[in-house]
């Protein structure tokens, strides 16, 4: 009784799913395989009614495998659609997602990696009618080597009502990765552009202003050209909502005075593209060059200028001072100059290391050999037979041969150690942070490596401008006090200055070492300074001593077990999120500090630990939340580039209003910090 309905049940399923099946081949095509790499076309509704036809082009590549964006860099060649043998087709575009950098066999390049889909704008002849589509696909995709792509795919897709298939949400998304159009709908309020020339080069300049702040955004360059990846130079406002950059090409790869250029910004807050119209103009480009570059100098002359009042440059000063006293005037103004000199050498091969770095993509920071312990041994141990020195407990006799070279001079080789406390100075200058030095260090890893260079050697000189000056005007000198048994005095003070930074850089390697190590480390450097004078060549117990020291600190008997102190009202930077803490409409300061940060110290103890400022946090129930960069760490590191920050203190409030966060100065103060509290509350 039952059995013809359930045929006929059966009947009806069988039908339907036919259709369906249909249907789903009609939605997309075969894949096209080649070696390591398929592609297939896609289609988000089953039929279609319109004039218009929005499909994908669906790659599928293999792992470490990437295609190019339509202006491909210094090599490769973007994919190419031909649509001859297509049926109702008039006109076939491909819309493009932001692309992403990469280097391949050496060249640097801008395209996709993985799965990518291109949605491709159709336009038909007749709505009316059913569409037929033939595309031949070339492409090029690399990975050690390259391989060329020659692809056929069809796909039919009928006239008749629009219906939803699978491949609607696909499609959706890889639409969502397009960078947006129109100006109105992304937070960029205004873009300007200028442009430079002159017989050799060209400068094509872009200013944004955004709503929110830039965070280490990407931009990239579409034109008639073919322009090749450069290293473009960013500026930041005070806010960050506002940044310049400057793109300078070869002008011969310029080949018009008037042509479009496609404009794409991408980071965590844009991915907006918009097309412009330049005009090259033939003008003085060194003109707008100079006035940035004469910018980084001074800047870079005021902050190295500062670091000499910085507490990190106390006991170079301390040693300086002695030999100010102990000199006649004659020779102290050569080792003045000669000071100067170790100064700006030893800044200049910083930025060299430093660059170095860089371009290797290698984590960089200033004060960064601060979290080094081999160094932070190194450093105590000379600023403790320094300090033995002072009390005169220790003397340095270098090799006799060292004493005849006639650039060094006689006396001991007194200018050598001039040239080395200019050295020492630069080092020990390294953990303070004065006003500027944030400034110019960012524009020193953010410019080229030219202006990078630049910036080291300025701040060299601005830190030696005191040297300079007195040697420039040797009449000074009048002005200090004759030799004489006081010195012996000052020398004692000085020493317990020296004393004091012993125990700051001890209490940084406590974070490395147990105390066992360090109660060894002070008889090792005891031993190092046990006879009054102590030769450097042939010293077997120096060597030994030096080599026992540094090799066992390496054991995990004298590791330091890493114990994460949370301080009273402070959330651990690592436990938290900070975004959470915004999303849950907190106000939230941050403050990244290490041991060996002294401008970190200062803002505790004037600041951050002052009475007011912690009933200022209170009243306004604001969360507070601190880093320790003591000991290198990749999220701090992460998180300090995305606001293209290279140094320490970072100090910054966050709200709901101000989720991109208020940069502080690198020098608290507590009226600064009122003001911005008030802003916030006044939103």
Known sequence: MNILPNLFKFFIYTILYSLVSTNSMAISSDWSVSETSKLRLISPYSQNDGKNLLIGLEYEMEPGWKTYWKSPGDGGFAQSISWQNSTNIKNVNILWPTPVEFEILGLTSLGYQNDIIFP????????????????????????????????????????????????????????????????????????????????????????????????????????????PVVKNSINYSSNNKKITTDFRFDRKLISENKFPLEVILKDKNHNFVQVLDVQMEDQSLNLEINRTYIYYVLISLIAGLILNVMPCVFPVLSIKLMSVFSSDKYNTRVSFITTAFGIITSFVLLGLIFLFLQYFNMSIAWGMQFQNPYFLIFITLV???????????????????????????????????????????????????APFVGTAITAAFTQSYAIGMSIFLFMGVGMSLPYLLIASFPKLMNFLPKPGKWMVYVKYILGFLLLATVLWLVNILANFFNSYYLILLIIFFVVLSYRQKIPFQRNIVTILVLFTMFSSSSLKLFQQNIIIDNEEDWLNFFDVEVDQL?????????????????????????????????????????????????????????????Y????????????????????????????????????????
């Open 644 to 683: 293209d920050r290279f140094g320490i203190p970072f100090n910054a409030f966050y709200s709901n209003n101000f989720p991109e966060g208020l940069l502080l100065s690198e020098l608290l103060s507590e009226k600064e910090i009122v003001k911005v509290i008030n802003k916030i509350n006044n939103e």
């Open 383 to 433: 600023i403790f037979l320094f300090m033995m020195n002072m009390f005169g407990q220790f003397e340095i006799i270098l090799p006799s041969k060292l004493n005849n070279l006639s650039i060094l001079g006689n006396s001991n080789n007194k200018y050598l150690k001039d040239f080395f406390n200019g050295f020492f100075a630069t080092l020990m200058a390294t953990p303070c942070s």
């Open 120 to 227: 491709l704008e159709i336009e038909l002849e007749d709505e009316l009618q059913n569409t037929f589509l033939n595309l031949h696909v070339t492409f090029l995709i690399c990975k050690d080597v390259c391989i060329p792509g020659d692809a056929t795919v069809f796909l039919e897709i009928p006239f008749g009502e629009k219906k939803i298939t699978d491949n609607y949400f696909n499609l959706e998304k890889a639409l969502s990765l397009l960078p947006e159009e129109d100006l109105n709908s992304s937070y960029i309020k205004e873009i300007s552009l200028k442009t430079f020339s002159d017989n050799q080069n060209s400068v094509i300049q872009l200013q944004f202003e955004s709503d929110k702040s830039f965070y280490n955004p990407k931009i990239f360059l579409h034109s008639p050209f073919g322009l």
């Open 582 to 642: 915004i999303e849950n409409d907190q106000l939230v300061f941050l403050d990244i500090t290490a041991d060996w940060c002294a401008t970190c110290q200062f803002n505790k103890l004037n600041v951050l630990n002052s009475a007011s400022v912690i009933q200022l946090f209170k009243d306004n129930k604001v969360s507070l939340v601190r880093a320790d960069w003591t000991r290198p760490n990749s999220k701090i590191n992460i998180f300090l580039e995305k």
